[in-house]
Structure formats: structure tokens, C-alpha cells
């Protein structure tokens, strides 16, 4: 298929090497707002040339949208004005109710594919691309009956062939998901590192004592805020209900913390393993 990928960085580049080492993309143009992100993508061979956005919609058999999700609300809809007839489009976004809603009632909205492949890393732009990213990892695909069979069934051909296990869900139901299980944890290593960060400006040896433990909860700290800002912004809702939560939870801990009740505190750790329990239960289904 004749691929365009609009958005060259960490998933766009990762999504063009993995269509094009299955054979699925004949042709890979690219477009970036980004003119050294684009010039870079090329040099990586992440895609073959870069091309105006008109021709690389226009042509196209297969548009995979890999952008800020605030700028995917205005541009969806423009896309979908100028994609041919038969051509698949198919975004990436981290929220999706605001993202569906923009083209709920546009003539080619059966041509939308509503995508979430849930996978990144802590890095960004064209060189943080490489093919693997989605292996193992899982897809949501949201209002699948507002989508054609052959859209849809060409979606499930990207997916599959980058290895990925794709769930259905509604949009709503989506964001309500991820604003715990994804934003909050971004949310959480932000200000983590703020914190330290102030605390370091007076104790200048502090980050000699971090070991691993601080390395891994704060990598999510070195994230793009270019990309998360409208992340939260559009999921604004479901993010503040938890954080609520997430602040009830920690000034319960910090009330036993002052009341020096090693007990309850201890009770509240050994509740919170159970994520350990959940979470390798998740990763035998994914497996099998």
C-alpha cells in the first residue's frame, strides 16, 4: 500500500519501520511540520521522501496520524475532506472521545480508524523510532461500528503486523482508562522530579544517592511536554478524578506516616503488591 505517515517522531517512525519490514507499505511519504525532523527521517530511511501534505493525503492508500492530539482534532477532519475514496486512515492518539467527536458526522468517517497503539518511550523525534516499539504491546481501537469492514479490516493488517493484540472499547470508556493506568503515572514522575529537583537546588549531592529505584519511577519525567500538555489537557476530566484519588491515597499514607503507625503502613504496602499479582496475570494473556 501507498503509506503516508504525518508525524515523524518516536511512533510515526516506529510504525513506518515496522509496515515496511512486513511488506504492508510499497511506498512510505512522510510528512512533519518539523523540516529537520523530516530531512532526519529520510536519512534513517524511516520513509522514502517527504512530500506536501496535499499529495501525501491525496495519494495515499493508507494515513497513519501520528501528531498532538490537540492538533488532531482540527486536522482530522481536514484529512478526511481529501483522502481518496477506498484510502484508510487510522491516528494514534492518546485521548479519543475529543478526537471522535470532531468527525462524528463526516461523510468519510467510515474511513477512520479511532487507534490507540499503547506503547512509547521516555525519547522523542525521528531517532528514538526503531522497529519493535509495539511488539507484544496492546492496541485499542475505539467506535469500530462507526468504521467500515474494509477499514477496520486493513487496521487489523497494521496492527498484526506490528505484533500488536488490539481490544475494542468506546471512546469514553477509553479515557476513563487511561487517565489512571497511563496519565496519572506520567503526571506522577513529572512532579517527582520537580520535587527533587527543588529540594536539590539546596542538598547539591542528592542525585549521588539515586539509584535505580529513582532512575526508573522518574524516566517518564524526561518525556516530551510538547506532547503530553494536550494529553492532559484533552483528558482533563477523567485526569483530575484521579488525582483526587491518587492525593487521597498519599494523605492517608502521610497520616500514618506522622502517627508513626508502622502497622497500617505496612498493610497499605502489602495491599498495593497486589499489582504484582495483576500485572503478571496481564502478561500471560499477552503471551498466550
Known amino acids: 500500500m501507498k503509506t503516508t505517515i504525518v508525524g515523524l517522531g518516536l511512533i510515526g517512525g516506529s510504525v513506518a519501520l515496522g509496515l515496511r519490514r512486513a511488506g504492508i507499505a510499497t511506498e512510505l511519504m512522510g510528512v ?21 501534505e496535499d499529495k501525501a493525503l491525496s495519494s495515499a492508500d493508507l494515513i497513519v496520524l501520528s501528531i498532538p492530539v490537540n492538533a488532531l482534532n482540527a486536522f482530522l477532519p481536514a484529512v478526511l475532506d481529501i483522502v481518496k475514496k477506498g484510502a484508510v486512515v487510522i491516528d494514534a492518539g492518546s485521548t479519543k472521545t475529543s478526537i471522535c467527536k470532531s468527525v462524528a458526522n463526516h461523510p468519510k468517517r467510515n474511513q477512520f ?9 521516555e525519547n522523542s523525534g525521528p531517532t528514538a523510532a526503531f522497529d ?39 471512546a469514553d470508556e477509553h479515557d476513563k482508562h487511561v487517565a489512571y493506568v497511563s496519565h496519572l503515572s506520567h503526571v506522577s514522575s513529572f512532579l517527582l522530579g520537580q520535587t527533587v529537583l527543588d529540594i536539590e537546588k539546596d542538598e547539591k549531592n542528592i542525585f549521588d544517592l539515586a539509584g535505580s529505584g529513582f532512575a526508573s ?35 492517608k499514607f502521610h497520616y500514618h506516616l506522622m502517627k508513626r503507625d508502622t ?17 503478571d496475570q496481564t502478561d500471560k494473556q499477552k503471551i498466550s
Open 132 to 170: 519493535g516499539l509495539f511488539k507484544g504491546k496492546t492496541n485499542i481501537i475505539c467506535e469500530a461500528s462507526k468504521s467500515s469492514v474494509e477499514a477496520l479490516n486493513t487496521a487489523m493488517k497494521v496492527f498484526d503486523a506490528l505484533e500488536m493484540k488490539t481490544i475494542f472499547m468506546e
Open 263 to 279: 502497622k497500617e503502613l505496612h498493610r497499605i504496602m502489602s495491599k498495593a503488591n497486589e499489582i504484582r499479582r495483576v500485572l
Open 217 to 251: 519511577t522518574v524516566r517518564l519525567a524526561k518525556s516530551s511536554p510538547d506532547m503530553w500538555t494536550p494529553i492532559f489537557e484533552q483528558n482533563v476530566e477523567y485526569l483530575s478524578q484521579a488525582l483526587l484519588e491518587y492525593i487521597m491515597h498519599l494523605q
Open 113 to 121: 480508524v479511532a487507534a490507540h497503539p499503547i506503547a512509547g518511550t
Open 32 to 52: 512533519d511540520a518539523n523540516a529537520a525532523n523530516g530531512l532526519k527521517a529520510v536519512e534513517l530511511g524511516l520513509v522514502d521522501k517527504i512530500v506536501s
